[in-house]
């Protein structure tokens, strides 16, 4: 069960706030939706609609959830 600062949390985060994508290369990038909670990599604030290269180890921030991204299998 989630405790009340992840419920409070996920409460900033809208149903299409970010998406992870793959390019043709297998290269891995956060693009913020143009969230009004807005999206950070590694405490920078991603512009909308812009592709920022998403490194393994990565914390990502969507309004106040707070999330480290980690390859599979590395």
Avoid: C, W
Wanted: net charge positive; glycine share 6%; proline share 3%.
């Amino acid at each position: 069960a989630l405790g009340k600062d992840s419920k409070d949390a996920m409460n900033t985060v809208s149903r299409q706030h970010a998406k992870i994508m793959r390019d043709a290369n297998g290269n891995l990038y956060l693009i913020d939706l143009n969230s009004s909670n807005k999206s950070y990599l590694n405490n920078s604030q991603i512009p909308a609609f812009e592709r920022v290269s998403l490194p393994d180890n990565s914390r990502i921030r969507l309004g106040k959830l707070e999330l480290k991204f980690k390859k599979f299998g590395s």
